[in-house]
C-alpha cells in the first residue's frame, strides 16, 4: 500500500491504525445466541500494536475473527507472518451488505519511502 494509497482511504472516511507490530495471540472463543440459544463458537486473534499520538506511544489492541475454515488456534497462529518492530497499517475491510462489526481486519505493510 503506497502513501497516496493511504491518503486516498483516510481522505474517504476509513479508519486506519498505523503502528508497530508487536506480538499476536490467538484462541478459541464464543457466545450463546440469545434468540435462538445456539452456542457459537470461533477461533479469534488478539494483535498489539505500537502508535504515536501526539508525540506520545500508546498501544493498540486490535481482535481479529477468523472465517469458519480456520477451527483450531494451531491454524490461527500460521496466519501471523508479521515481524515484530516492523510498520503495518490494520484497518476494516468492508464488503457491501455486511456489518461492519463482523468484517475481518485486513492488514497491509506499510512501504517506507
Not at 35 to 50: D, Q
Not at 75 to 81: G, V
Request: proline share 1%; with cysteine.
Amino acid at each position: 500500500m503506497t502513501e497516496n494509497e493511504l491518503l486516498k482511504e483516510v481522505l474517504q472516511g476509513v479508519l486506519l491504525i498505523v503502528g508497530e507490530y508487536r506480538g499476536s495471540q490467538a484462541e478459541k472463543a464464543g457466545y450463546v445466541d440469545k434468540k435462538f440459544g445456539n452456542a457459537i463458537r470461533y477461533i479469534r486473534a488478539t494483535h498489539l500494536v505500537e502508535c504515536a499520538w501526539h508525540g506520545h506511544i500508546d498501544r493498540v489492541i486490535i481482535t481479529e475473527r477468523f472465517p469458519e475454515q480456520i477451527t483450531t488456534v494451531e491454524r490461527a497462529r500460521t496466519t501471523f507472518t508479521y515481524s515484530r518492530g516492523e510498520r503495518y497499517v490494520f484497518y476494516r475491510l468492508v464488503q457491501e451488505g455486511t456489518r461492519a462489526n463482523l468484517c475481518q481486519l485486513e492488514r497491509m505493510r506499510h512501504r517506507r519511502h
